[in-house]
T-cell receptor, first 114, second 115 residues
């Protein structure tokens, strides 16, 4: 049973508009969440993270929102650029003190059209 | 600065053959990891090494062995390959085993096919 779910396998957005990628989780003990981006034929690269004590974290064009009561987080990219076209993975852990406890979603493929 | 380097990029094996996937990092990281990525399954941890001289099993260790040769290198061995081990394998490293301020850095993967 998937503890971290990314229910949209793909998303298409126009350049300059907002991209919203969603992630739901089932384990209420998760206390740290991360987003990674992956280009074809490359490994995932870290994008942004958020601790459960916060409800928002921002880094440039990327903002992650956490709604603990809904067990939901989302990644907002504003404005979207063609170079943002990639697969985005959500990951979560209930032990931020240990990297080996990460649980990964299946990813959402984002296409940003010029 | 290469980051995490994996070799080979592609490999085809016959059932029962053995091979070693190599991984090296040049970021002076303490912790290293081997993941596999399969369609519909997400990334799953095979083995990890919290620091030089230590290794431990992850979520899916069966059929694999690892060696932390030194601080830089962490290899993954398939002693007798099976079709179920067809996958994309990623090596990763992190400065510490703590997620705060120490995210995983991944290599570009090895695509392995076992026939």
């Amino acid at each position: 049973d998937q503890q971290v779910k990314q229910n949209s396998p793909s998303l298409s957005v126009q350049e300059g508009r907002i991209s919203i990628l969603n992630c739901d989780y089932t384990n209420s003990m998760f206390d740290y969440f991360l987003w990674y981006k992956k280009y074809p034929a490359e490994g995932p690269t870290f994008l942004i993270s958020i601790s459960s004590i916060k409800d928002k974290n921002e880094d440039g064009r990327f903002t992650v929102f956490l709604n603990k009561s809904a067990k939901h987080l989302s990644l907002h990219i504003v404005p979207s650029q063609p170079g943002d076209s990639a697969v985005y993975f959500c990951a979560a852990t209930n032990n931020a003190g240990n990297n080996r406890k990460l649980i990964w979603g299946l990813g959402t493929s984002l296409a940003v059209n010029p | 600065n290469a980051g995490v380097t994996q070799t080979p990029k592609f490999q085809v094996l016959k059932t029962g053959q053995s091979m070693t996937l190599q991984c090296a990092q040049d970021m002076n990281h303490n912790s290293m990891y081997w993941y596999r990525q399969d369609p519909g399954m997400g990334l799953r941890l095979i083995y990890y090494s919290a620091s030089e001289g230590t290794t431990d099993k992850g979520e899916v260790p069966n059929g694999y062995n690892v060696s932390r040769l030194n601080k830089r290198e962490f290899s993954l061995r398939l002693e007798s390959a099976a079709p179920s081990q067809t996958s994309v394998y990623f090596c990763a490293s992190s400065g510490t085993r703590h997620l705060y301020n120490s995210p995983l850095h991944f290599g570009n993967g090895t695509r392995l096919t076992v026939t």
